[in-house]
């Protein structure tokens, strides 16, 4: 054991033991973490805003979900499909409580990629068709079907193919990189993409589903118009298509309501849940409605850990906790504020080049001149780091810096994390 090692010697086993395909954003070795707070082996306390890549919404180790988990360890841990267990059913029933009202049933998974290949699956089961839909820079996973749905970067895709078949790729509503109009005329972008993708390449009455992150994630925390969801929406049901909601990073009160697609008030047919779910504890889902998941038939899919009971518990107090707080609402508020000081920023950051975001799912894009700065949102991030705030960058050019910090975060070490920020922002982008 290396109890008492210090970081480096932490690191040179890792290198030694753990796969070279992890990407790390930082250095830091954490032995133990609290709310905002992140407590390394080397004796420093970090504020965390990237929460685990927006898995600990409710802040590290948050009391209800602790008290959860540590009452069902001692009761049961796993039965996979041997036999039913009460805890699973509890945490289907919490989830579709808040669910949009027609998607009233289950499919519990390990992870968002696991989540998103079981979407795949049904919607193909469901509508007898193969192709698929999805959108430049969308990230769904690593996994061979998610994979192919993935095209935030060329790295994860370079040596892998061939990737699943079927598959299409149409541009996002990234109205800062692809448009020119007014920012209140309508978007047309990607209407026009899909009628040229009709016209050209699958026909309407092949393609199964559409698979869309409301708020694209890795692809750079894009805020899509108003109208896109509801576009997309009667688009699938005017060619029988199904539309599958990927809210792995955005759900979960993260974007200031339950889901991000409760701001465009429409209802997918499927929707692919992780992250947040469990605050850590590794469980995913995705939810259907009765008749689209009953185009599977018994044993068509499975997993051996779904469903697990310890990580149920942690659901149940999970989604008991965002209710009873009303964590949606703070998390609305909250982001109100940290935009309102990123949009202050603007005026003296001259590469400070987009502030965007829903509730506490910010982007910050940098630009020098028409180059994304990526070298930038580098240095950027190290400054933080060296004065105590751990920041994720994301976006295909790497050049923004996205805000997650928990929901639950006091807002005095909000400001804090933001002064840090500012000053990091300043020393580096002068």
Same mark, same amino acid.
């Given at each position: 054991m290396l109890a008492a090692a210090d970081a480096a010697t932490w690191r040179e086993r890792d290198a030694e033991l753990i796969s070279p395909a992890y990407h790390m954003y930082s250095d830091l070795v954490v032995?133990?973490?609290e709310g905002a707070h992140l407590h390394t082996v080397d004796g420093r306390d970090v504020l965390d805003f990237g929460c685990g890549i927006g898995v600990t919404n409710l802040g590290h180790r948050h009391p209800a979900v602790v008290a959860a988990v540590h009452e069902q360890v001692d009761l049961l841990w796993h039965t996979s499909v041997t036999a039913y267990h009460p805890k699973m059913i509890e945490a289907a029933a919490a989830l579709v409580s808040i669910m949009p009202p027609s998607l009233d049933q289950v499919f519990f998974t390990n992870s968002g990629a696991e989540a998103v290949e079981g979407a795949i699956k049904l919607a193909r089961r469901a509508t007898g068709r193969s192709d698929i839909i999805a959108f430049v820079g969308a990230f769904h996973g690593r996994t061979y079907g998610a994979l192919s749905l993935t095209a935030s970067k060329a790295t994860y895709r370079r040596g892998m193919g061939p990737l699943l078949p079927g598959i299409h790729h149409i541009r996002y509503p990234y109205c800062f990189r692809y448009c020119t109009h007014a920012d209140d005329d309508i978007c047309e =972008? @990607? &209407? /026009? &993409?899909?009628?040229l993708l009709f016209a050209t390449t699958t026909a309407p009455e092949t393609v199964a589903a559409i698979v869309v992150e409301p708020v694209q994630g890795e692809g750079g925390y894009v805020v899509p118009p108003a109208t896109f969801i509801p576009m997309l929406r009667r688009v699938c049901d005017e060619h029988g298509i199904m539309l599958i909601a990927d809210e792995v990073q955005s759900g979960f009160a993260r974007t200031g309501k339950m889901f991000a697609v409760n701001h465009a008030r429409v209802e997918p047919d499927i929707m692919c849940l992780a992250k947040a779910l469990g605050n850590g504890m590794p469980i995913a889902a995705f939810t259907s409605g009765h008749r689209v998941m009953s185009a599977f038939r018994e044993g068509e899919h499975g997993t051996t850990y779904g469903g697990n009971a310890v990580a149920c518990a942690a659901v149940v +107090? @999970? %989604?008991e906790t965002m209710t009873r707080d009303h964590i949606p609402e703070r998390a609305e508020r909250l982001g109100r504020h940290v935009m309102e000081r990123a949009r202050g920023w603007q005026v003296d950051i001259k590469s400070? +080049?987009?502030? /965007?975001?829903l509730g506490l799912m910010i982007g910050l894009e940098f630009m020098q001149g028409d180059a994304p700065a990526t070298r930038l949102v580098d240095r950027i991030s190290r400054n933080a =780091? +060296? /004065?105590g705030l751990l920041i994720l960058s994301c976006g295909i050019?790497?050049?923004? %810096? /996205?805000l997650i910090p928990p929901l639950t975060i006091p807002e005095s070490e909000l400001d804090a994390g933001l002064d840090i920020l500012e000053a990091a922002m300043r020393e580096e982008a002068a």
């Amino acid at each position: 054991m290396l109890a008492a090692a210090d970081a480096a010697t932490w690191r040179e086993r890792d290198a030694e033991l753990i796969s070279p395909a992890y990407h790390m954003y930082s250095d830091l070795v954490v032995e133990s973490a609290e709310g905002a707070h992140l407590h390394t082996v080397d004796g420093r306390d970090v504020l965390d805003f990237g929460c685990g890549i927006g898995v600990t919404n409710l802040g590290h180790r948050h009391p209800a979900v602790v008290a959860a988990v540590h009452e069902q360890v001692d009761l049961l841990w796993h039965t996979s499909v041997t036999a039913y267990h009460p805890k699973m059913i509890e945490a289907a029933a919490a989830l579709v409580s808040i669910m949009p009202p027609s998607l009233d049933q289950v499919f519990f998974t390990n992870s968002g990629a696991e989540a998103v290949e079981g979407a795949i699956k049904l919607a193909r089961r469901a509508t007898g068709r193969s192709d698929i839909i999805a959108f430049v820079g969308a990230f769904h996973g690593r996994t061979y079907g998610a994979l192919s749905l993935t095209a935030s970067k060329a790295t994860y895709r370079r040596g892998m193919g061939p990737l699943l078949p079927g598959i299409h790729h149409i541009r996002y509503p990234y109205c800062f990189r692809y448009c020119t109009h007014a920012d209140d005329d309508i978007c047309e =972008l @990607v &209407e /026009r &993409e899909l009628q040229l993708l009709f016209a050209t390449t699958t026909a309407p009455e092949t393609v199964a589903a559409i698979v869309v992150e409301p708020v694209q994630g890795e692809g750079g925390y894009v805020v899509p118009p108003a109208t896109f969801i509801p576009m997309l929406r009667r688009v699938c049901d005017e060619h029988g298509i199904m539309l599958i909601a990927d809210e792995v990073q955005s759900g979960f009160a993260r974007t200031g309501k339950m889901f991000a697609v409760n701001h465009a008030r429409v209802e997918p047919d499927i929707m692919c849940l992780a992250k947040a779910l469990g605050n850590g504890m590794p469980i995913a889902a995705f939810t259907s409605g009765h008749r689209v998941m009953s185009a599977f038939r018994e044993g068509e899919h499975g997993t051996t850990y779904g469903g697990n009971a310890v990580a149920c518990a942690a659901v149940v +107090a @999970v %989604i008991e906790t965002m209710t009873r707080d009303h964590i949606p609402e703070r998390a609305e508020r909250l982001g109100r504020h940290v935009m309102e000081r990123a949009r202050g920023w603007q005026v003296d950051i001259k590469s400070l +080049a987009d502030v /965007r975001g829903l509730g506490l799912m910010i982007g910050l894009e940098f630009m020098q001149g028409d180059a994304p700065a990526t070298r930038l949102v580098d240095r950027i991030s190290r400054n933080a =780091l +060296a /004065r105590g705030l751990l920041i994720l960058s994301c976006g295909i050019d790497g050049n923004v %810096i /996205r805000l997650i910090p928990p929901l639950t975060i006091p807002e005095s070490e909000l400001d804090a994390g933001l002064d840090i920020l500012e000053a990091a922002m300043r020393e580096e982008a002068a």
